[in-house]
């Protein structure tokens, strides 16, 4: 999938032949990047930067493997001691003290592994939560850019499932390495104390254990990434398809058997690579196994011949058998340790990937905060073009930044000027770039070159956050969050009283009508509640505005043809958030236009035209062309109902 790979990948290709992914990193990185082959220490260094502030935890957590891995080494002796005293000698008390010694040591490995095990879980359940935060907070300050080129379903896949899997892949593979390595060496201690002659004969096997694990380890680890991607992909594929929306759009154009068809290849591909990730590496494991069973096999057959030498005792014989176990098994896992940090790796990594990715609009480090403003708003000179590439990844160079096209420009050279408390209306053909302006005034794109100050201060030397505390937006498309209405007005100011809530309603004719709902203000609404007619989503988002109070206004006046009642109550409802605020409105209603200050006429970017209704329908240009389209007939109906 990952594109020129060697003879697997190729054979991965051809299984699926589906769409890509169309989230960040196909996005952004191109068809040619192949996960990591190697680890890389600066990556592994910060990895460990979550878990060191926890290290008094994970000190207790390695002294307990420590303890564990250093009682480990007992039992054997223990037998030995019976086989080759307490029963050739006779002695019951030895026997009882021998015995009770391998029951009470076993307790205490397992209570010791409790406390462990309890550690264990917090500290990697917190390194979860840090991670899950960081992440959740980085992805709030990611430009609108990032949000229209990433699906919704691949962005929760990464903070959900990929965080998850931070668990029993790093911490596992932390604990594993060192519950490992200490095993060994214990081992290897005492069974070198007991017998080197036996020990080497041992040791001997270990080789053909840890070469052939490489091999497998690449593979494995490209497997368990692409079946994180897969995953990403089926989960953003059926948030859209089962999504109110998509649903929608799936009845109506009857696209149900296909969509199951899409749904049920993508399904396919995951099973096979579930059933391929769990079958990797099966073949080698059989082979360890096999292997594993030589060393016991030589074991006894050179201690047996000492033995009937009368060089050996059983018990150690017996001893030494068990120590394999102690030895191998952990060999085996510290062999294929190099595979579980390469998947570690690439789970750090996928997440890597989303905090490197910088916003594209950043408060700079010496921006200030803007506490009140008069809302004298200049465009300079501004042009723009949308991004088309790759947000920025923190450590690449400048010249990386996402390309703007100058043939793609969406803005060109616009300069205007709205005074305080003005009323400005936007106009022009669908796609003039009026929506644009609106963009760049709240800062969700900066300019691609001229700049836009607000009562002087160029936007870029203000805090995002401050600057917007002075806006308030209001769109065709309201979106209100699954929440009581209460609660949705509360967002624009979380501190609001009841009767400022109520007074902010009364305004946007929005209250009575809430009072009606079930439970009035407590009624849940929202795509999967209570639905809102448009008219009253926007006398909502309307109230949510006034609630905010802000300097400045930006509105879209919907185009969606309402009923005369909803029109007039949304018209007095504007009216009265608009008084006394500076306005930017996207024009729709011939009242807007007829009682803005100015009316800026955009054309392909362009301001061709400005001035007041009587000027720029005078000079007959594209206003007056398009006034005439527009509403000619409606003030000739007017005029006629008049008369
Ligand atoms: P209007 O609001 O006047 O209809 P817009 O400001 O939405 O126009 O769009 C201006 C131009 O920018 C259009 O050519 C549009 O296709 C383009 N455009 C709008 N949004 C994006 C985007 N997210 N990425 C790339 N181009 C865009």
Redesign the pocket.
Known sequence: MRGGGGGWMGAERSLGGLPRTHGLRNGYYGDDWKGPVKIDRAQVRRVLSYFSPYWAQWLVIFVCIGATAGLGVLPPLLVRGILDHAIPTGDIRQLHRLVGGLVGLSLLVNLIGVLQNYLNARVSQRILFDLRNQLYRHLQRMS??FY?TTRAGEIVSRVNNDVAAVQSVATGTLIGIVTNTLTVAATLIVIFGLDWRLALMAVLVVPTFVLPTRVVGRFRHRLSRQTQERQADLLAFMQERLHIGGMLLTKVFGQASADANAFETRNRDLMELNVRQAMAGRWLFMCLSTISVAGPALIYWYGGYQAIQNQLSVGTIIAFVAYLTNLYRPVAQLASVYVDVLGAMAVFERIFEYLDTRPEVEDRPDAHVLATTQGHVRFEAVSFA???GAEDPGDEPQASRPQHSPQ?L??RDVTFEIRPGERVA?V??????????T?LLPRFYDPTSGRITLDGHDLRSLTQESLRAHIAMVTQETFLFHASVRENLLYARPDATDRQIEAATRAAHIHDFIQSLPQGYETVVGERAFRLSGGEKQRLAIARALLKDPRILILDEATSNLDATSEYLIQEALETLMRGRTALV?AHRLSTILTADQILV?DG?RLVEAGRHEELLQRGGLYATLYHQQFSNVVATATRARG
């Open positions: 609108l850019h229209t949308y991004p088309t793609g969406a803005l936007l022009g053909p669908s796609g003039a770039g009026k929506t644009t302006v963009y996207i955009l970017g």
